[in-house]
């Protein structure tokens, strides 16, 4: 498994943008696919996005579509998440998970549910004020 520490996230307005790190141990992270998930108080874990282990290939939420853009970076063991144009309901812990591929591209609907994903980070909380 990889350890995986989250960072970023904090306070914002409606409207505005944060951007969430999350680095990870070890020398594999390029064998993980790596997404991001989120939980409000009261609801359950949501998927927000996942990229391949090349990069190449990303699936997004569509409540997040065209708003968030997540990405690598496999030197540095890396991944983000960029969020812009903000909601309050984006207010929730964000957490990046990573799950071993054997394929380096392509995202599968399987990898939008949380039980595929072997490793978990703290989380990170993120709240859009109105």
């Known amino acids: 498994q990889v350890q995986l520490v989250e960072s970023g996230g904090g306070l914002v307005q409606a409207g505005g943008s944060l951007s969430l790190s999350c680095a990870a141990s070890?020398?594999?992270?390029?064998?993980?696919?790596m997404g991001w998930f989120r939980q409000a108080p009261g609801k359950e874990r949501e998927f927000v996005a996942a990229?391949?282990?090349?990069?190449?290939?990303?699936a997004y939420a569509d409540s997040v579509k065209g708003r968030f853009t997540i990405s690598r970076d496999n030197a540095k063991n890396t991944v983000y998440l960029q969020m812009n144009s903000l909601k309050p309901e984006d207010t929730a812990a964000y957490y990046c998970?990573?799950?071993?591929?054997?394929?380096?591209?392509?995202?599968?609907?399987?990898?939008?549910?949380?039980?595929?994903?072997?490793?978990w980070g703290q989380g990170t909380q993120v709240t859009v004020s109105a």
């Open positions: 990229i391949s282990r090349s990069g190449a290939s990303t």
């Open positions: 998970a990573a799950k071993r591929s054997l394929l380096r591209d392509g995202v599968r609907s399987w990898d939008l549910d949380s039980r595929e994903y072997d490793s």
């Open positions: 070890g020398r594999t992270f390029s064998s993980y696919l």
